[in-house]
Structure formats: structure tokens, C-alpha cells
């Protein structure tokens, strides 16, 4: 088959889908199943959709530049790439792809590495990110989340709202409840994107000043339809956290006015399934006709882990309350392992940056750490500065107290010089470590820079606590 054919194949492919996802849309329409605002906004989704993946194929490339390896195709099933080279005429809505790109303003880049016989380094840390491409989201998935889970968590904010502006401005809880009760009615008896229309109708005319602050309060919601975002979506594999955010804070400079959402799950300890990444979604639509691109931003070590629940992920999504609260917390305490084996790798790094850390400090002669000038970069979502200042604090005092202390040093170190050796690690590691959970966590501490991983682990979770 001539590369010309191909192209004209993959094209024609893509438009026949096309056409089968819009009709199935239509039909869901006029089954009531989706009202006619969601109808437009999957219609734009799952229109063009070779035009679309172009869009995507741009914002990875202005990105990250041209890949540093061949491009192949992915495997959901095993989350691997297939062997198989893949074309640039070859790639197409209907089948994830996988590839390999650089990350040229990584803050870490080349800081972490072994000698090995021969005087080989081995680096530690890549500046190497994979880019797996996902496939246009199935229609059918995508119905089942605007009119399931979306469409519930709508309802529910919805009745929240009216419930809490009509109790603050009657002062009638049963009102407030009775017209709460009614909105959930309604919006199960037809699906309802429009929810100022409808509960406008519900509370009637008189209550202007009420309608008046709903109505503004219910626009801020989002609708059903405006949740799905993953009908496009990118996943980029990092080593290491500071790697994913020098990343975003880059899309988000290159694109400040593409950006929809930014969420950064690293730090966040309070899901109850122990997940932890972060997500830019980008309009690569126009002002007028929204398109989003999900970009997933995740640690290779925890992706991993991530991989291994996703059988017991489909069960949990298809079991009954009970069974699936058992799921829930098999899954939050495999993910708790992730979060635990990503901050080994962390220790291990600060092992190995120690000493040469301390050298730094030497060679620089008072001046700034010129060797590792922006390393690690400190990203503007940060613990709050008055919480670094603290745990400052409390380093400078644990070395003025000689709790802490670099081994083995060349010559005598001052008190100043010490103090600089472990200030650059506490920005370290929190600029890099992932807060834990609980206090259920073991690194090794027979060494200083074991002994003040833990230290500093333990100062970030008293923030959390509070």
C-alpha cells in the first residue's frame, strides 16, 4: 500500500467514526437523553476529529520540541508501547500512541548519577519525558459520564446552593429543603443543563433578590457536559515532581490564554484514594467553540503502581456499595505504596547529592551555589512561605545544636557553611518529596541524609495535621 493510500484511508476512517458518533448523538437527543447545549458541545468534540488530533500533535511538539525516539503505538491493555513503528501518515484519532521527548528546561537535569566501572555515568534522573497520546474517548464512555456521575454531582450542587441562599435569606430551613427535595425531583425526571430556568420556575415570581443571587451563584457551577474533558488527553511521564511542574508552569506561560484548568495533585493528601498527579486541560478550540485537551502530569514510579490497579479499578467501578468501599481502600493503600516507593528514589537522591552539595558550597566561596544555580527550582505551586520559613528555622537550629552535620569533610566547615549544606537539601526535598498520608513510612536512617529526609518528612506532615 503506497503512503498516499494509507493517508487517504486513515482519513476516510476517521471520517466514517465521525459520522457514526454524531449520529449517535442525535439519536441520544431525541431520546432526551442529553438536552440540546450538550448535544452542541459533544457534536464540536467529535467533529473533524483528524483536524483535532492535529491540534493535540501541535501543542506536544511547541511543547517539547521534535521526539527523541520513534514514535509507536500503545497497548491499553498491558500499558506498553507495541514494538511497531509507527508513521507519521499512520497516526489517528482511533489508536493511542506512545513517544519520547525531552524536557530542555528541567530544573534537575543531569544532577543525579552513579560512576560505574570504566568511569560510565549512569544518570539517575531523566530529563527523557514519555508522551503517551490517548485515543479520542468512546462516545459511549463519554454519555455514560455527563448523564452518570457528572449529572449526579451537578444535581447535588445545584440543590446545595438554593438550599444554602434560600436558608440565609428566609431563614426557613423547610422551605429551603422543600424547594432542595424539588429540584432533585425535577432534574431526575428530565436531564437539565439549564438550571437557573428551571429553578426559577420552582420558587416562582416574588422572591427577586433570592432569584437575583441564585442565578448568578448557579452560572458559577459547572454543567455536566463542561466536566468532560478527557475526550482528548495526554499523559507525560516524569522521574520527578519538579520535572512535572517546570513543565506546566511552561504551557501555562506559552498559553495563558488556552487555559482552562490547572490541578495539582501531587502534595494533596486528602483523596480519599491516596491519588496523586496533576492536570492542565487547554482549549485547543477557539474563545467561541471550546475544544479541551486533558494534560495528565504524572511520576513514572507512581504511574506504575497506577498501572497495577486498573483491573481492580473496572471492578470498582461496577460493584455495589459495599463491595466497592472494600475495592476503595484496597486501591487507596496500593496507592499509598507508590507515594512510599517515590520517596525512596527521593532518599536515595538525597544521598547522593550530599556530598556533592557540600563541595558546591565550598568551591563557591560564600557567593551563590553557581554549580547548581535554579536547582531545584523553587515553582510558584509551593508549600506557603511561611511554612518553609518555619521548617527553616527549626533546620538552622538543629545544626547550630550539632543534631545535624556533615561527616567527613575535607577541611572544618563553619556553622554558616553547614547551615547552607542543609538548607539547599530542606528546599529539596520539599520542592521534590511527596508528603505522606499517615506515619506508616520507612526510609533508611543510618545515615545524615537519611536521618534528615525523615526529619524534614516529619516537619511536612505537622503542616498537613494542622
Known amino acids: 500500500m503506497s503512503e498516499q493510500t494509507a493517508v487517504e484511508d486513515v482519513f476516510l476512517l476517521t471520517e466514517l467514526h465521525d459520522k457514526d458518533n454524531l449520529k449517535k448523538i442525535e439519536e441520544n437527543y431525541q431520546q432526551g437523553r442529553i438536552d440540546k447545549a450538550t448535544r452542541v458541545y459533544l457534536d464540536r468534540l467529535y467533529t473533524n476529529s483528524m483536524n483535532t488530533l492535529k491540534e493535540v500533535f501541535l501543542c506536544i ?50 544532577q543525579f548519577f552513579t560512576s560505574t566501572q570504566g568511569h560510565q555515568i549512569d544518570l539517575a534522573v531523566s530529563s527523557i519525558v514519555t508522551v503517551i497520546v490517548g485515543a ?27 438550599y444554602s441562599i ?7 430551613a423547610s422551605s429551603a429543603k ?3 427535595d424539588k429540584i432533585k425531583e425535577n432534574f431526575s425526571k428530565s436531564f437539565v443543563t439549564d438550571a437557573s430556568e428551571c429553578i426559577l420556575g420552582i420558587i416562582g415570581s416574588g422572591h ?10 448557579l452560572d458559577k457551577i459547572k454543567t455536566p457536559y463542561e466536566r468532560l474533558t478527557d475526550v482528548w488527553r495526554v499523559k507525560c511521564l516524569f522521574d520527578l515532581v519538579p520535572q512535572a511542574r517546570t513543565f506546566m508552569e511552561r504551557v501555562c506561560n506559552m498559553w495563558p490564554d488556552k487555559v482552562i484548568e490547572v490541578k495539582d495533585k501531587f502534595f494533596d493528601i486528602t483523596n480519599p484514594r491516596g491519588y496523586r498527579d496533576a492536570k492542565i486541560i487547554l482549549n485547543i478550540g477557539s474563545a467561541e467553540k471550546v475544544i479541551p485537551l486533558e494534560i495528565i502530569c504524572q511520576v513514572r514510579t507512581f504511574f506504575e503502581f497506577e ?48 556530598d556533592r552539595i557540600g563541595w558546591n558550597i565550598l568551591y563557591s566561596n560564600g557567593d551563590d551555589d553557581l554549580l547548581f544555580d535554579g536547582f531545584p527550582k523553587i515553582g510558584t505551586i509551593y508549600y ?28 572544618k566547615l563553619t556553622k554558616d557553611q553547614q547551615i547552607r549544606i542543609f538548607l539547599w537539601m530542606t528546599r529539596f526535598l520539599l520542592v521534590t518529596a511527596m508528603p505522606y498520608s499517615d506515619v506508616e513510612w520507612s526510609v533508611p536512617t543510618d545515615t545524615i541524609p537519611g536521618k534528615f529526609f525523615h526529619f524534614i518528612m516529619n516537619e511536612v506532615q505537622r503542616y498537613y495535621k494542622k
Not at 464512555?141 to 452518570?148: E, F, I, P, Y
Not at 434560600?166 to 426557613?172: A, M, P, V
Not at 427577586?208 to 451563584?217: H, M
Request: some cysteine; aromatic content about 8%.
Open 384 to 411: 506557603p512561605q511561611t511554612v518553609v520559613d518555619k521548617i527553616s528555622e527549626k533546620v538552622i537550629s538543629s545544626v547550630e545544636n550539632e543534631v545535624f552535620f556533615v561527616p567527613d569533610a575535607p577541611i
Open 307 to 354: 498501572c497495577q490497579t486498573h483491573t481492580a479499578y473496572e471492578k470498582t467501578r461496577r460493584a455495589k456499595n459495599a463491595e466497592s468501599a472494600c475495592m476503595e481502600e484496597k486501591l487507596a493503600k496500593f496507592m499509598r505504596q507508590g507515594v512510599n516507593e517515590y520517596n525512596l528514589k527521593i532518599q536515595k537522591c538525597t544521598e547522593d547529592l550530599f
Open 208 to 217: 427577586q433578590k433570592i432569584s437575583a443571587e441564585l442565578v448568578r451563584a
Open 136 to 162: 479520542q474517548k468512546s462516545l459511549s464512555r463519554a454519555l455514560d459520564k455527563v448523564t452518570g456521575k457528572y449529572y449526579t454531582s451537578y444535581t447535588q450542587e445545584v440543590a446545595d446552593i438554593a
Open 178 to 180: 422543600a424547594i432542595s
Open 61 to 110: 511538539g511547541k511543547s517539547f520540541g521534535a521526539p527523541k525516539a520513534a514514535v509507536m503505538e500503545y497497548d491499553y491493555t498491558t500499558n506498553a508501547a507495541i514494538e511497531k513503528n509507527i508513521t507519521m501518515y499512520s497516526i489517528n484519532p482511533l489508536k493511542p500512541y506512545i513517544v519520547n521527548h525531552r524536557l530542555d528546561a528541567d530544573p534537575m537535569r543531569n
Open 166 to 172: 434560600i436558608l440565609s435569606e428566609t431563614d426557613k
